[in-house]
């Protein structure tokens, strides 16, 4: 609960809605996240036939949307959270779904995964000079080498929550990308400073493939609230958002 009400106030003072604080802290109540990503996953689902899940976890949101889908594919770079996303599947006995125990990126390679000590899910492939976290060696990938081989050429629609390593990501699934696809994605403004990436960059470079941001309700984004993101979310720890982004 104080995890999700100190992220709305920040991103409310990111916004400049300092009037809203109080308010925000008196009626804010919890929200389920993943229950907003699916939402939007089931409400386009019907115009793609592939889901792509960058950053599956234990695999909560693939096992209730790939009902939706022909095919799923799961990235999963930590070896014990890939364990779990198995043995979900497979007791949920999930059959359209392939998963990769890789990270992804810009090219192929092998590369450190560190280990958040808090949460399972907040692992990223770089990390601060005062954490100290332990690391496993994973396989990095490049989205569209996984495409190719499993022989995909269409649309699909993407779910990434990389924790910082989107624009990395993207950069290798760009012949991916050339499609319309349809994202969801974090946007982490810190985690993206971590991996050593301008938040700004991750912006222009899927505006330069012809997306455009909006908030999961399909509300235009304002460059004016993307500017303040993007400069005011580099040192505080729990202004992110969740974006749709699109082709119009």
């Known amino acids: 609960m104080y995890y999700r009400f100190a ?3 920040q991103i409310l003072q990111v916004q400049g809605l300092k009037f809203y604080l109080n308010k925000a802290k008196k009626f804010y109540v919890w929200s389920d996240h993943n229950a ?23 695999g909560k949101i693939t096992i ?6 022909s095919k799923c594919i799961c990235f999963e770079p930590s070896i014990e959270n890939y ?24 090219k192929r390679g092998i590369g450190k995964l560190f280990l958040s000590p808090n949460l399972p899910g907040q692992n990223r492939l770089h990390m601060t000079h005062n954490e100290n976290w332990n690391w496993q060696d994973v396989e990095i990938r490049t989205l569209d080498d996984v495409m190719e081989e499993l022989g995909i050429y ?22 991916t990308l050339q499609k319309d696809c349809l994202i969801i994605s974090e946007f ?11 938040p700004s960059d991750y912006v222009d470079f899927l505006k330069s493939l012809g997306y455009s941001f909006f908030d999961l309700n399909g509300k235009p984004t304002s460059k004016k ?24």
């Open 225 to 248: 609230y993307l500017n303040r993101l993007c400069l005011k979310g580099k040192d505080k720890k729990f202004v992110c958002d969740d974006f749709l982004i699109k082709k119009i």
């Open 36 to 58: 907003d990503i699916k939402n939007v996953i089931k409400q386009y689902s019907s115009d793609y036939n592939i889901f792509v899940d960058i950053g599956a976890n234990f």
């Open 188 to 198: 982490n403004p810190m985690c993206l400073s971590i991996n050593n990436s301008e």
């Open 154 to 175: 269409e649309k699909c629609v993407i779910k990434i929550d990389a924790e910082g390593s989107e624009l990395s990501i993207f950069e290798g699934g760009q012949k």
């Open 83 to 106: 364990n779990k996303l198995i043995s979900n599947l497979q007791n949920y006995e999930i059959s359209n779904v392939s998963a990769f125990n890789c990270a992804l990126g810009k």
């Open 64 to 69: 209730d949307s790939a009902k939706y889908f």
């Open 7 to 9: 992220q709305a106030k």
